[in-house]
């Protein structure tokens, strides 16, 4: 096959044009949607209690103490929203400025390797894989996370092939320990140290001297302890319920307990292989049958600039393989490392045609299914109808733009440069995904609109009891929020909440999910307002007298007032019940929790 045009360009402005590409791409749909569930609204509402009570160093959630993951993120959407002035505009950006370092560490690294053309075509490879764009466009920590792992891979590479080059190391190394403070897998980047122990013996890389190495991990823990440190001794001295057992979870239970005995998510060894890496690394996934060769061959000669990104990206698969729990967004750091490892060969593999074909098939394959499925959801198919009945959705309009310029692209690249068409469809997906995509989910994934009507009938000074509470309902809330512990048993909560509601019963009400009617079977449903459908539950809004015939107890469960629902300041931890008459929440503990 012909080598393509693209291939021959000289790329004077490509850095800038893949920047203001991948900038475009990445940027768009900022401040038109909310948080979605799941982690979204969680890490914003740690982020705006931040703000809001200066309690920087432990992450809480509605007032209560949040102990599955350190602060970094947190602090990192704090700042943004802060910049911002908005939620809508600040939650997205840690993530996007994340995608964007690690594109630019990728592209500087294959730069300096390969030169400037493998360089681009790195950058727009990564760029065009589809979980690093998902995750660009997700508030959650793994973008963050795989930003310091590339750059602890990016100063060990520099180092290793580049070298020798200390300075980069170390600062490789600084980045690994605040992985580990993001998302306790910083570390990750040390699975290449075995292959680059080999290539060092057989000649092919700048060695890791003995110091260098104990300097290394010494930096990594150094930084880590920068958090971990002044975290144990807050939770260790400090008097706020709960302290203990959030240092003993985020120090064990979220680490080592967690990879090693997973209580969640639970899936097969062979998960990630079967069932996430062949979308995740869409498109470059379809050059495997072509590059896996290319590789045995380039690994029998110890071509260390491809077998120490490929060793990487093995053994993270490996690792998080042999956890019982698994989520598929774990091998996000893979595709940094992937890319690093093919990017020798991406001009090679540009010029099969078989790829082409392949890519070509996929791309008539999906824009088909979109196109079908637009098409028949217009005309009202019933099975179609019932499913966006039930997701308060209608996406046929999005679904036939994205079939017809997958027609358009198959039309007007043609199968000789398929691989071209499917990524330029993938940017029309997440241009659409992030305009059309945003406005159809919103509505149904963001109870901001619901919370709006909830406040306009019980009127913004009432309170509002959230049993069993979703992040998403106590971020979007407009009036005096409380809730009665994220991990307490439901049975505790709801009696709670009968005692609360009975202190001031014309001044409270509660927000409930339907499907608990087991659990408020006493109280008087004929007052209760039907709210709808809402993050696929059915609601209502039910006010204190409902519930005069329900029997509660103050003890059953703590009392928590989410602090961005009221004005003034909250104390942290558990919170008494306000009595009749009192316009506030007692500063005095009632009870520990649990």
Same mark, same amino acid.
């Given at each position: 096959?012909?080598?393509?045009?693209?291939?021959?360009?000289?790329?004077?402005?490509?850095?800038?044009?893949?920047?203001?590409?991948?900038?475009?791409?990445?940027?768009?749909?900022?401040?038109?949607?909310?948080?979605?569930?799941?982690?979204?609204?969680?890490?914003?509402?740690?982020?705006?209690?931040?703000?809001?009570?200066?309690?920087?160093?432990?992450?809480?959630?509605?007032?209560?103490?949040?102990?599955?993951?350190?602060?970094?993120?947190?602090?990192?959407?704090?700042?943004?929203?802060?910049?911002?002035?908005?939620?809508?505009?600040?939650?997205?950006?840690?993530?996007?400025?994340?995608?964007?370092?690690?594109?630019?560490?990728? =592209?500087? !690294?294959?730069?300096?390797?390969? +030169?400037?053309?493998? #360089?681009?075509?790195? *950058?727009? $490879?990564? %760029?065009?894989? &589809?979980?690093?764009?998902?995750?660009?466009?997700?508030?959650?920590?793994?973008?963050?996370?795989?930003?310091?792992?590339?750059?602890?891979?990016?100063?060990?590479?520099?180092?290793?092939?580049?070298?020798?080059?200390?300075?980069?190391?170390?600062?490789?190394?600084?980045?690994?320990?605040?992985?580990?403070?993001?998302?306790?897998?910083?570390?990750?980047?040390?699975?290449?140290?075995?292959?680059?122990?080999?290539?060092?013996?057989?000649?092919?890389? =700048?060695? !890791?001297?003995?110091?260098?190495? +104990?300097?290394?991990? #010494?930096?990594?823990? *150094?930084? $880590?302890? %920068?958090?971990? &440190?002044?975290?144990?001794?807050?939770?260790?001295?400090?008097?706020?319920?709960?302290?203990?057992?959030?240092?003993?979870?985020?120090?064990?239970?979220?680490?080592?307990?967690?990879?090693?005995?997973?209580?969640?998510?639970?899936?097969?060894?062979?998960?990630?292989?079967?069932?996430?890496?062949?979308?995740?690394?869409?498109?470059?996934?379809?050059?495997?049958?072509?590059?896996?060769?290319?590789?045995?061959?380039?690994?029998?000669?110890?071509?260390?600039?491809? !077998?120490?990104?490929?060793?990487?990206?093995?053994?993270?698969?490996?690792?998080?393989?042999?956890?019982?729990?698994?989520?598929?967004?774990?091998?996000?750091?893979?595709?940094?490392?992937?890319?690093?490892?093919?990017?020798?060969?991406?001009?090679?593999?540009?010029?099969?045609?078989?790829?082409?074909?392949?890519?070509?098939?996929?791309?008539?394959?999906?824009?088909?299914?979109?196109?079908?499925?637009?098409?028949?959801?217009?005309?009202?198919?019933?099975?179609?109808?019932?499913?966006?009945?039930?997701?308060?959705?209608?996406?046929?309009?999005?679904?036939?733009?994205?079939?017809?310029?997958?027609?358009?692209?198959?039309?007007?690249?043609?199968?000789?440069?398929?691989?071209?068409?499917?990524?330029?469809?993938?940017?029309?997906?997440?241009?659409?995904?992030?305009?059309?995509?945003?406005?159809?989910?919103?509505?149904?994934?963001?109870?901001?609109?619901?919370?709006?009507?909830?406040?306009?009938?019980?009127?913004?000074?009432?309170?509002?009891?959230?049993?069993?509470?979703?992040?998403?309902?106590?971020?979007?809330?407009?009036?005096?929020?409380?809730?009665?512990?994220?991990?307490?048993?439901?049975?505790?909560?709801?009696?709670?909440?009968?005692?609360?509601?009975?202190?001031?019963?014309?001044?409270?009400?509660?927000?409930?999910?339907?499907?608990?009617?087991?659990?408020?079977?006493?109280?008087?449903?004929?007052?209760?307002?039907?709210?709808?459908?809402?993050?696929?539950?059915?609601?209502?809004?039910?006010?204190?007298?409902?519930?005069?015939?329900?029997?509660?107890?103050?003890?059953?469960?703590?009392?928590?007032?989410?602090?961005?629902?009221?004005?003034?300041?909250?104390?942290?931890?558990?919170?008494?019940?306000?009595?009749?008459?009192?316009?506030?929440?007692?500063?005095?503990?009632?009870?520990?929790?649990?």
């Amino acid at each position: 096959m012909q080598r393509p045009a693209y291939l021959h360009a000289t790329y004077r402005h490509g850095f800038w044009w893949l920047a203001l590409v991948a900038l475009g791409l990445l940027a768009l749909g900022l401040g038109l949607r909310d948080p979605w569930p799941a982690d979204e609204p969680r890490f914003a509402l740690n982020a705006l209690e931040m703000l809001k009570t200066g309690q920087f160093w432990l992450p809480h959630r509605g007032g209560e103490l949040y102990p599955d993951k350190p602060p970094i993120f947190m602090w990192a959407t704090a700042v943004s929203i802060a910049i911002t002035g908005s939620v809508r505009l600040g939650f997205l950006l840690p993530s996007l400025i994340a995608a964007l370092g690690t594109l630019a560490l990728v =592209t500087d !690294l294959t730069n300096r390797l390969y +030169g400037r053309r493998i #360089a681009l075509l790195s *950058g727009a $490879a990564l %760029l065009s894989t &589809v979980q690093f764009a998902l995750q660009a466009k997700t508030a959650q920590i793994d973008m963050l996370v795989t930003l310091w792992i590339t750059l602890g891979a990016y100063g060990l590479m520099r180092h290793a092939l580049l070298g020798p080059a200390r300075g980069w190391w170390y600062l490789g190394c600084a980045s690994m320990g605040l992985g580990i403070i993001t998302k306790g897998v910083g570390f990750l980047p040390l699975l290449m140290v075995p292959a680059w122990a080999l290539l060092a013996w057989r000649g092919q890389a =700048t060695p !890791l001297r003995l110091k260098e190495l +104990g300097l290394g991990l #010494a930096m990594i823990l *150094g930084v $880590a302890a %920068l958090w971990v &440190v002044p975290m144990a001794l807050i939770t260790t001295f400090g008097d706020e319920p709960g302290m203990t057992a959030y240092r003993d979870n985020i120090l064990f239970k979220q680490t080592g307990k967690r990879l090693a005995t997973a209580w969640h998510h639970v899936k097969p060894w062979h998960y990630y292989i079967v069932s996430v890496l062949p979308w995740a690394w869409l498109p470059l996934v379809l050059g495997l049958p072509w590059v896996v060769p290319s590789w045995w061959h380039r690994i029998r000669r110890m071509d260390a600039r491809v !077998l120490l990104p490929l060793s990487g990206t093995l053994l993270v698969v490996v690792f998080f393989s042999l956890s019982p729990g698994k989520r598929g967004v774990y091998m996000l750091p893979t595709s940094p490392l992937l890319v690093l490892a093919m990017a020798p060969l991406l001009p090679g593999l540009l010029c099969k045609r078989g790829l082409h074909w392949l890519a070509t098939g996929l791309l008539a394959l999906l824009g088909g299914i979109f196109l079908i499925a637009g098409l028949l959801g217009a005309f009202g198919l019933p099975a179609l109808t019932e499913l966006a009945a039930k997701y308060d959705v209608m996406p046929w309009t999005w679904w036939i733009l994205l079939g017809v310029s997958a027609a358009g692209l198959l039309i007007w690249l043609r199968p000789r440069r398929g691989m071209l068409g499917l990524a330029a469809w993938l940017a029309v997906f997440w241009a659409l995904w992030s305009t059309f995509g945003y406005q159809q989910l919103d509505q149904t994934r963001s109870p901001r609109d619901m919370m709006q009507r909830v406040v306009q009938i019980t009127g913004p000074s009432a309170w509002l009891a959230q049993p069993d509470f979703d992040e998403e309902f106590l971020l979007q809330a407009q009036q005096p929020s409380v809730h009665f512990g994220f991990h307490t048993d439901q049975d505790a909560q709801f009696l709670k909440a009968f005692d609360w509601l009975a202190q001031a019963p014309d001044e409270r009400w509660m927000l409930v999910p339907q499907r608990k009617e087991d659990q408020i079977a006493c109280a008087d449903l004929n007052q209760a307002r039907d709210l709808g459908l809402q993050n696929n539950e059915h609601w209502w809004l039910i006010p204190g007298p409902a519930f005069a015939s329900c029997e509660g107890d103050t003890a059953a469960a703590p009392l928590f007032v989410a602090p961005t629902t009221v004005e003034g300041p909250v104390s942290a931890g558990p919170q008494p019940g306000t009595r009749p008459g009192q316009d506030g929440v007692s500063e005095a503990p009632e009870e520990e929790g649990k």
